[in-house]
């Protein structure tokens, strides 16, 4: 480490991704241990509060990255394709919750082993929010029976697209209501009253988006490597959150659905709802993945419903990975 206290520094602090994990970073009380700096590219020179003292929103070209002990990317994927090399090199230990597809990179998902925090490689992808909701769900199938092929399909929040989507939502819906033709903003078409098909940024060819859920559940549930993955993604017009239909393929006519309802009863990251249909807002702000509605069809294959509050979820692993590792001085 570069000096007696850890530099840690957050890029894209005041998204809405990176406000969560500095709720989350704040909950490790590390404040002793690590200096904290936080960018931001539209709000530099503003100040968000922090223990002690407030920070104050640094351009990212300010950072001197040769000082940096942990980075943590909270950034668009071609933000952190660039940033992420420069500061691996430079010896800093790097988190990155973009998405991007990098070479030779550690994938963490809620419930990591210790072990794995005790022999990390220097970059670290966060896994993609749907990848962390489903993979306790495939684990705790896989255990009652092999899976044959697993299919979700993903409906995410406007916090997907960051700030400006959620801004970009509420200013669609104020519009419509208006009787006025709204911008459509980061995403392909207007989203407010409205689903759209594909993550963020996909194009015509491909959705990096789904590509990264599929990259990191594969990397999550190792178990899967044979197995074939197909995960569609659409955008729907709700501010946070992630909800997705999923079958999972057995090819067992004969599979007893109590043996994977005990199953999902005992993995830690699961709850199951068994009074009513698990609702997306039944979700906000609980750490662990609602599961409801699970069912076994004339086929063998499972089927069910699973929502997640994607980003508390996904800064609540940063917060716990980055605290154990300054704790402890695993870096």
Known sequence: ?????????????????????????????????????????????????????????????SIDVDKVDIAILATPPEVSLALAPTLRDRGALVFDCSGAAHEDVTTLGPGTDRAVLEDLESLVAIANPA??????????????????????????????????????????????????IPDPGPFAGVLAFNLLPDG???????????????????????????????????????????????????????????????????????????????????AMELDGSLVGSVRRDEDGALTCWIVSDALMRTANLVGEVVGTVVRDELW
């Open 131 to 180: 990848a962390s909701a489903l993979a306790p769900l495939v684990r705790a199938a896989h255990k009652a029976t092999p899976l044959s092929a697993v299919t979700a399909t993903v409906l995410v929040g406007a916090s997907m697209s960051g700030r400006e989507g959620q801004e970009a939502l509420s200013s669609q819906t104020v519009s419509l209501l208006s009787h006025r």
């Open 1 to 61: 480490m570069s000096s007696d206290s850890t530099q840690i520094v957050v890029y894209g602090a005041t998204g809405v991704l990176g406000r969560e994990i500095l709720v989350a970073l704040e909950g490790e009380t590390i404040e002793e241990l690590a200096t904290l700096q936080i960018t931001g590219v539209r709000s530099a020179g503003e100040e968000v509060p922090w223990p002690g003292a407030a920070l104050q929103v640094q351009s990212p070209d």
């Open 200 to 282: 963020p940024g996909a194009t015509a060819e491909a959705d990096p988006w789904a590509s990264a859920a599929r990259r990191h559940l594969k990397a999550l549930v190792p178990e899967l490597a044979n197995t074939p993955v197909h995960i569609q993604v659409v955008q729907a017009p709700v501010f946070s959150g992630l909800a997705a239909s999923v079958t999972l393929s057995t090819g067992d006519p004969n599979l007893q659905l109590k043996a994977v309802l005990d199953e999902v009863d005992q993995t830690e990251g699961l709850l199951r709802s068994t009074e009513r249909a698990a609702a997306l807002r039944d």
